[in-house]
């Protein structure tokens, strides 16, 4: 079973985290990287906004061919409650080629999951995650 780790991460912890699940699974790894990407607290508020009205993002190009992949696990952090905007789009980008897709959110709250936010995806997507999950990190 051929595996792909595929994450977006502004900060580098939600990349660390798959840099160690890739290696542990034996998965190739995969960045997601927007076209415009900010710095500093700039990125905060354009991101925020991304995720919360919807709007897509635009990505570099990859390469990759999903449909050599049996399953994918996806590391995305929350921005405004929402998975990331850049994983979304990739998400939309791609839905037609999904493997089985695991999901694992980093997040800094202490009082919710945000599970909600991946079912709400799904919804839109019209695409159902094998397994959803979160991670608190600080």
């Known amino acids: 079973m051929k595996q ?4 977006y991460s502004h900060s580098g912890k939600a990349l660390a985290l798959a840099q160690a699940y890739a290696k542990e699974h034996n998965a190739d790894l995969h960045r997601i990287e927007p076209k415009f990407d900010p710095q500093n607290f700039f990125a905060y508020i354009y991101f925020g906004y991304k995720s919360t ?6 990505l570099k190009e990859d390469h990759i061919n999903l449909k050599h ?11 405004a ?3 990331a905007s850049p994983v979304r789009s ?5 839905r037609t080629t999904l493997p089985k897709v695991d999901i694992i959110m980093t997040h800094a709250s202490n009082d919710t999951d945000y599970k909600e936010a991946a079912h709400k995806l799904e919804t839109e997507l019209i695409y159902k995650f094998n397994h959803i999950d979160s991670i608190r990190i600080k």
């Open 90 to 94: 990739y998400l939309f980008t791609h």
């Open 69 to 79: 992949y049996d399953h994918m696990t996806l590391f995305s952090p929350i921005h």
């Open 4 to 7: 792909i780790v595929v994450v």
């Open 81 to 83: 409650g929402k998975l």
């Open 53 to 58: 009205f919807k709007k897509p993002v635009k």
